[in-house]
């Protein structure tokens, strides 16, 4: 069974900065790709960021510049640094994970609250 246990999150003001880790149960390369999601109240769940195996990243536009994601395999944890936060960016994150062999399997964490207050 895969676990991602996700920490960090939290209230924060406008301009400043968090961040978030997600710790996976199995070695982050075997996973075809992990990223995170957020879900504001109201509307549907999208892709911040995300990084392959092989160390590519990609950004929401929203996030470009501001957001940075990375890893550490020997920790087996990927991480989201957020800096200049903003009100819109207040949303539970998700770390995900899936492996693709065959069909594609995902993998969420249980979710943590990034409260950005004006």
């Known amino acids: 069974q895969v676990q991602l246990v996700e920490s960090g999150g939290g209230l924060v003001q406008a301009g ?22 957020r879900q504001a109240p109201g509307k549907q769940r999208e892709l911040v960021a995300a990084i392959t195996r092989g160390g590519s990243t990609n950004y929401a536009d929203s996030v470009k510049g501001r957001f940075t994601i990375s890893r550490d395999n020997d920790k087996n944890t990927v991480y989201l640094q957020m800096n200049s936060l903003k009100p819109e960016d207040t949303a539970v994150y998700y770390c995900n994970a899936y492996i693709m062999i065959f069909h594609r399997s995902d993998y969420w964490g249980q979710g943590t609250q990034v409260t950005v207050s004006s």
């Open 16 to 37: 400043g900065s968090l961040g978030l880790s997600c710790a996976a149960s199995l070695t982050i390369s075997s996973f075809n790709a992990m990223g995170w999601y």
